[in-house]
């Protein structure tokens, strides 16, 4: 029986985001484990939509020995830390010397990880690994979908396997997949690969595998897979990061170089055909507004302060915005603001206070200033249920959710993306019953939301996670690519 090593290190990084990302980001618990080692690693995993527990799941069926390492994550932000970096590969190299021999090694990664002096984190870190561990023993990598594929990834790995859903509803499965192509090489059959990239960059928002053409494209890269064609991949890329490897590619693994070619020549040329329909409404704060129909349940994605995409998740535009057209049945979600949350707090349930919500950032517009009720209070630890974040143990600190001039507001300590109905539910509200929902999100809500709305608007309100990528200044992008 083989002993394989299993690792992780993601963080999704969008470079146009103020600030750096610290260990202590890495270190800490939100809704997914903080940084745990050995193993505290299949037991703080076990039942969660992320890779490394598809992995361990579908690993321990063939007896095999798994030999956990170390896993960490951070929620999307700017620029990793030099320092921060540095910590936790010597930590895993560390710990890679200190359990040889492995036959194999399997890592959870995300695919755009940018640190202060490195374009290419797991590029990196798989070159790194791959000289301690030589070229015979195995290396798979599990991806994110919006990963940005470079060439020292796929040198250094036998196989990259990224997510195909966005949402994100198959992590887990891509640990799976990632398995079955780690077992053949670890019987010794060889896989081939075939990349091509496109020259254009997407926008988050359409990227949607719920919505075309990312959908078709999906379909289309599982239909080329045969016993020889054993993973055809369109991987959409994440087109915040200002790097030289920005944007989607395919990616195809087969028994032999010629069908890996052809699948991988096929998906680019459909791609390259699919690239006018990557487009969608962006509503400016004023139309988004414009109310719907009586009855008429709305959902606004205000999707530049996405803290999944690296917004700080404190803007208030969109909740001062509800105020003025005197918007009422509304509910707004997630707000991160550790001090009003301890404000609330200290203050009760069913008081009143004066305080000030968001803004702190110095995106957008100013705090929120006004009178509110403290409706419910929450620790912030409880379990995901919806398709995205199922079965993780959130811990988001201190929540609260307060109401002013009919509209509630759902603020947590620790920033976090509203993709599951769980964080609402956590502090008493039910999102079923708001006829307005605005949710800090730019896709994954829609796993867990989407049948609560007759109608979804992707708002245009200030924030990091930028949807209109005309607006940014790249400098590094390969010559020739087309910003969409």
């Known amino acids: 029986m083989a002993r394989i090593g299993i690792a992780g290190f993601l963080h999704e990084t969008n470079t146009f985001a103020q600030g750096l990302t610290p260990l202590a980001r890495f270190v800490e618990a939100d809704a997914w484990p903080g940084l745990i080692e050995d193993a505290e690693i299949p037991a703080a995993t076990r039942g969660m ?80 690994l791959r000289a301690r561990l030589g070229a015979d023993i195995p290396i798979v990598a599990a991806l994110d979908f919006h990963a940005n594929i470079s060439d020292a990834m796929l040198k250094n790995a036998d196989a990259l396997v990224a997510y195909r859903s966005y949402p994100h509803v198959d992590m887990a499965d891509t ?21 091509r990239r496109a020259p254009f960059l997407i ?26 064609v054993l993973e055809a991949q369109f ?69 530049q302060d996405n803290p999944g995409g690296g917004g700080s998740g404190d803007t208030t535009d969109l909740l001062h915005a509800l105020l003025r057209n005197n918007v009422h049945q509304a509910c707004a979600g997630i707000v991160c603001d550790p001090a009003f949350a301890a404000a609330a707090h200290a203050a009760g349930t069913d008081q009143t206070l004066t305080h000030a919500l968001g803004g702190h ?33 959130m811990d ?32 008493g509200a039910e999102p079923a019953d708001y006829k307005i929902l605005v949710l800090k999100s730019t896709v994954h809500f829609r796993a867990d939301f989407a049948s609560l709305a007759d109608d979804i608007r992707v708002v245009a309100a200030p924030g990091a996670n930028t949807a209109d990528l005309h607006t940014l200044h790249y400098r590094r992008l390969r010559p020739g690519v087309e910003i969409l």
């Open 49 to 128: 939509n992320l890779a490394i527990s598809g992995f361990i799941q579908a690993m321990e069926k063939t007896g095999h020995t798994l030999v956990p390492l170390l896993w960490c994550s951070a929620n999307p932000s700017g620029p990793v830390e030099q320092s921060a970096y540095d910590t936790v590969v010597a930590s895993l190299e560390r710990k890679l010397d200190q359990n040889q021999p492995l036959d194999a090694l399997f890592l959870d990664l995300h695919g755009a990880m940018v640190t202060q002096n490195l374009e290419d984190g797991e590029g990196e870190l798989l070159h790194r």
């Open 175 to 195: 640990g799976q997949r990632a398995c079955a192509l780690l077992l053949r090489r670890l019987a010794g059959h060889p896989l081939f690969a075939a990349m």
């Open 203 to 228: 926008p988050m928002p359409w990227q949607s595998t719920l919505a075309e053409p990312a959908r078709r494209l999906m379909a289309n890269a599982q239909a080329l897979q045969n016993d020889t």
């Open 235 to 303: 991987i959409p890329g994440f087109p915040l990061a200002d790097i030289r490897d920005s944007g989607p590619s395919v990616l195809v693994y087969a028994g032999n170089q010629e069908a890996a070619d052809q699948a991988a020549d096929r998906l680019h040329q459909e791609v390259m055909q699919a690239k006018p329909a990557f487009h969608g409404r962006l509503y400016s704060i004023s139309d988004a507004l414009t109310l719907p129909a009586p009855g008429q349940r709305l959902i606004l994605a205000d999707t």
């Open 361 to 393: 950032s110095g995106v957008g517009a100013p705090s929120l200033v006004t009178s509110f009720t403290v409706v419910a209070l929450g620790d912030g630890k409880f379990t995901g249920t919806g398709p995205f974040y199922l079965g993780c143990r």
């Open 396 to 427: 988001l600190g201190p929540m609260a959710r307060v109401r002013t001039q009919g509209l509630d507001i759902v603020v947590s300590s620790r920033k976090q993306q509203a993709a599951d109905q769980a964080m609402f539910r956590h502090v």
